[in-house]
């Protein structure tokens, strides 16, 4: 158990609809990271927030956004969802100011799109 | 981040070392070398990483060659559940707020046989 949760772990959906995917990190980080893996483009990095802040985009559309809330939980949204979209969505978290840094990963959403 | 290559697949009897290889002849002198695994579907797990020193820890060993260009992963006793694929990654120390992404590649698919 890496200590990060996420909500839910399954989830279906149609075409056009828009869902939210819920990552609480492991107690005392302050970065949360968003990743997405489907099977043609690997592990891809999305975005990342620190403190609230964010740090970092990696290839995140414009559909989906995140937010890091004020307890450090985060959401990413995901709208006007396309087939494609389906994949499976990893949250991480790290305690930045550590020499290791190492990333911690929730166990995913897999997220269906039909 | 330098861009590493590694082998797509490799296979290893149950008990015996798995020596995993990875190229980053890129590699500049901030940037360290980090190992994460991921089972089937599950968030990827971090083993290891160092700089330039063999490194060694409770799950593998981690050996860089003196020109930092290549390093292997030591799996020293394989067993059925380090079935996974592994990810080389190359990236500079994250400190403080810094940006601490992880670019995964398409990792070494690593398969323990009875």
């Known amino acids: 158990d890496s200590g990060v949760t996420q909500t839910p772990k399954h989830l279906i959906t149609a075409t056009g609809q828009r869902v939210t995917l819920r990552c609480s990190p492991r107690?005392?980080?302050?970065?949360v990271y968003w990743y997405q893996q489907s099977l043609d483009q690997g592990l891809q990095f999305l975005i990342q927030y620190y403190n609230g802040e964010e740090r970092a985009k990696g290839n995140i559309l414009e559909r989906f956004s995140a937010q890091q809330f004020p307890d450090l939980h985060s959401e990413l949204n995901l709208s006007s969802l396309e087939l494609g979209d389906s994949a499976l969505y990893f949250c991480?978290?790290?305690?930045?100011?550590?020499?290791?840094?190492?990333?911690?990963f929730g166990s995913g959403t897999q997220l269906s799109v039909l | 981040d330098a861009k590493t290559t590694q082998p797509t697949s490799m296979d290893c009897a149950e008990g015996r070392a798995a020596n995993l290889p990875c190229n980053h002849s890129t590699i500049s002198g901030n940037e360290y070398v980090y190992w994460y695994r991921q089972i089937h579907s599950q968030g990827p797990q971090y083993i290891i990483h160092g700089l330039k020193n063999n490194e060694t820890n409770e799950m593998a060993s981690l050996i860089i060659t003196e020109d930092r260009k290549s390093s292997t992963l030591i799996l020293p006793h394989a067993t059925l559940r380090d079935t996974a694929v592994y990810y080389c990654i190359v990236r500079p120390h994250a400190g403080g707020t810094s940006y601490g992404k992880l670019t995964f590649g398409q990792g070494t698919i690593l398969t323990v046989h009875p």
């Open positions: 991480a978290s790290s305690s930045p100011g550590t020499y290791n840094e190492k990333l911690f």
């Open positions: 107690s005392g980080d302050l970065s």
